[in-house]
């Protein structure tokens, strides 16, 4: 059983709707009306609700950095076409402190490592990838759908929403859309340091496709394996590449401690396996296999 979500779109703090945006929307709107479904909903549990989520289309997205962009490192390229063939459900923000709390109370999981952050609303941190996927498998049982996490490719689509810029929001981001460490290269206005801490999920402006906090605020897992390069990975974005190095997992995002090069949509970086830290945390994605 899913229930809609509303919501409202607002364009970012000194940005105006571009052609890119309304594409994208389009697109998103197409796919809703095709598979008879909400552009937002959430999951229905045995006795919870499940986070809510947005209707990502299918299309191609081109992956990684031009060479000209600000920040671009050599393991984000070289750029190529990978086709979502399936549209899927993400996450509309990352996991939260409270959802994952109640995930270790009804299952006996360990409880991530205290900090003086306790807002239930806060994304949670101090979680390691293995920590992910056991909350991933948790929540599939809980719904009676698959939950995972994305893969590179789907992360990246995603987070651009039909954007080819360096942010879904344009080249350059205002500190009231990335929580980040600051600076003064990609930014617009004076952006010289950060807050140093998270901000609470779904608190800063929403890309095309209703997703919030994809560029900083927390460094977000994903599926694959790390590459130093994009060579011989796969086309196709449900697939992750998985082979290399097992022990290193891609993280996405940026967050807040990092600076704004390290949020765009194409930057990209790598944890140990059973690493975890204040900066990092999760999102889920859910499949359309299923009713939505």
Not at 52 to 59: D, T
């Amino acid at each position: 059983m899913n229930s809609a979500v509303t919501d409202s779109f607002a364009p970012p703090v000194g940005q105006t709707e571009t052609p890119g945006m309304e594409a994208a929307r389009l697109l998103q709107q197409q796919a809703a009306a095709r598979l008879q479904c909400a552009l937002f909903f959430r999951d229905r549990g045995h006795d919870c609700e499940g986070p809510q989520l947005a209707l990502i289309p299918e299309g191609h997205v081109f992956m990684g950095a031009p060479q000209a962009e600000y920040a671009r490192q050599p393991w984000e390229g070289p750029q190529h076409k990978v086709t979502v063939l399936r549209p899927f459900a993400m996450m509309r923000h990352a996991v939260t402190l409270g959802d994952y709390l109640r995930f270790c109370e009804e299952t006996g999981h360990a409880r991530p490592r205290r900090y003086s952050w306790t807002a239930a609303d806060l994304p949670v941190f101090n979680v390691s990838v293995q920590d992910a996927e056991a909350h991933a498998k948790w929540l599939s049982g809980q719904t009676g759908q698959r939950y995972r996490l994305p893969t590179e490719a789907e992360w990246e689509y995603a987070a651009r929403a039909g954007s080819t810029t360096a942010f879904a929001f344009g080249e350059r981001i205002h500190r009231s859309e990335v929580n980040c460490s600051g600076g003064l290269h990609c930014t617009r206005g004076l952006y010289l340091c950060g807050i140093s801490r998270p901000v609470i999920v779904g608190s800063l402006p929403a890309n095309a496709w209703g997703l919030h906090e994809m560029h900083g605020n927390m460094q977000e897992f994903v599926l694959d394996h790390w590459r130093e390069s994009y060579s011989g990975v796969p086309r196709v974005a449900h697939e992750a590449w998985t082979g290399g190095k097992p022990r290193l997992r891609v993280v996405r995002g940026g967050s807040w401690f990092d600076p704004p090069g390290m949020c765009r949509s194409a930057a990209r970086g790598f944890r140990e396996l059973g690493e975890f830290d204040l900066n990092l945390g999760f999102r889920l994605v859910r499949e359309l296999d299923g009713p939505a």
